[in-house]
């Protein structure tokens, strides 16, 4: 469902006189809450569980010799999990990262184990691991969200994973939300509640 036929499901089912809008130019006053309630609904529901499934997007990059940290916009997180320099980053998902040396289509792909940010730094980021280069074989994340790797990559490897995104808006009437469509009156019958 569109936010328009969320927020017009939302008038129906609380018998708002009146016929369906066609479009949010020139809301009444009433109409306006509708479509207020309608959003914000949307926007608690997504911060409920900084894990819903629905919230997963696709992380694919690669690594540069010698650097250890990578942004979101570095390692292209987007709302459609497709490559591209919008980051959208509000966690990255810990358990789902993969590193394979660029080049050789997976062939020697292995999973990068976890390791908490005041461990990596003082492993790490401390006296004469710093000037280390190899195949990383860990990874952590700062303070700053920023995807730290251990050791430092000595070249290019393609970096797999997941990272759950920022809450989606919804603002014009055409919006889908993101979650699956079978759960979409969810958020209508919510709205009811406000």
């Given at each position: 469902?569109?936010?328009?036929?969320?927020?017009?499901?939302?008038?129906?089912?609380?018998?708002?006189?009146?016929?369906?809008?066609?479009?949010?130019?020139?809301?009444?006053?009433?109409?306006?809450?509708?479509?207020?309630?309608?959003?914000?609904?949307?926007?608690?529901?997504?911060?409920?569980?900084?894990?819903?499934?629905?919230?997963?997007?696709?992380?694919?990059?690669?690594?540069?010799?010698?650097?250890?940290?990578?942004?979101?916009?570095?390692?292209?997180?987007?709302?459609?999990?497709?490559?591209?320099?919008?980051?959208?980053?509000?966690?990255?998902?810990?358990?789902?990262?993969?590193?394979?040396?660029?080049?050789?289509?997976?062939?020697?792909?292995?999973?990068?184990?976890?390791?908490?940010?005041?461990?990596?730094?003082?492993?790490?980021?401390?006296?004469a691991?710093?000037?280390?280069?190899?195949?990383?074989?860990?990874?952590?994340?700062?303070?700053?969200?920023?995807?730290?790797?251990g050791?430092?990559?000595?070249g290019?490897y393609?970096v797999?994973?997941?990272?759950?995104?920022?809450?989606?808006?919804?603002?014009?009437?055409?919006?889908?939300?993101?979650?699956?469509?079978r759960?979409?009156?969810?958020?209508?019958?919510?709205?009811?509640r406000?």
């Amino acid at each position: 469902m569109t936010f328009l036929e969320l927020v017009n499901l939302v008038r129906s089912e609380a018998g708002v006189a009146g016929g369906d809008l066609a479009n949010f130019t020139g809301l009444s006053l009433e109409s306006t809450r509708f479509k207020n309630w309608v959003a914000n609904e949307w926007s608690m529901l997504q911060t409920e569980r900084p894990d819903w499934q629905f919230l997963r997007v696709d992380v694919l990059f690669d690594t540069t010799a010698n650097q250890a940290s990578y942004t979101a916009q570095q390692a292209k997180v987007t709302s459609d999990g497709t490559i591209s320099g919008t980051p959208i980053l509000a966690d990255w998902k810990r358990d789902s990262f993969r590193l394979s040396t660029s080049g050789v289509s997976y062939a020697d792909e292995q999973l990068l184990g976890f390791m908490p940010w005041d461990t990596y730094r003082n492993l790490y980021q401390y006296g004469a691991m710093r000037s280390q280069r190899a195949k990383p074989v860990v990874f952590s994340i700062g303070p700053d969200k920023k995807l730290w790797f251990g050791i430092v990559p000595d070249g290019a490897y393609t970096v797999a994973g997941e990272a759950y995104r920022t809450p989606q808006a919804l603002s014009a009437a055409g919006d889908v939300p993101l979650l699956p469509d079978r759960f979409h009156p969810i958020i209508a019958y919510r709205a009811l509640r406000a």
